[in-house]
């Protein structure tokens, strides 16, 4: 199944609260997005390395005081996909006021539907 996916459109969410992450999965599924989920930036990992070609953006939940957040940003930086792959940040920590090193934006939690989808339009990769 996951040889079968469309890179172009294809975004990866990783979001540690389940109602959080299903609502931004069922709003990007509903935006005509192929959507990965997981919990953890270590699961986000596991999925990157598995699959054949990248995602056109990563959703990444960051909080500054987790250290699985910050070695998911520099351990990305250092595989292949990096300079292709764009990783969109959402936060709702009040220390983080600039888009961190590995990240191509921040936004702030909560946000708004259109501003997100906007986002993620910008940000994703293009062919």
């Not at 469309?6 to 192929?34: P, W």
């Not at 054949?52 to 990563?58: A, C, G, N, Q």
């Amino acid at each position: 199944m996951v040889d079968a996916l469309d890179t172009r459109s294809t975004v990866l969410v990783v979001e540690s609260y389940d109602d959080l992450r299903e609502a931004l999965v069922a709003l990007l599924v509903l935006e005509g997005y192929t959507v990965l989920s997981v919990a953890t930036a270590p699961q986000a990992l596991d999925v990157l390395s598995r699959l054949p070609r990248s995602p056109s953006l990563v959703l990444l939940s960051l909080m500054l005081r987790n250290p699985e957040d910050q070695r998911f940003l520099t351990r990305l930086c250092g595989l292949d996909q990096a300079s292709r792959l764009p990783v969109l940040a959402l936060t709702a920590d009040p220390d983080l006021q600039a888009a961190p090193a590995g990240t191509v934006g921040l936004l702030g939690k909560p946000v708004r539907t259109e501003v997100l989808l906007a986002a993620v339009d910008r940000y994703r990769s293009r062919p």
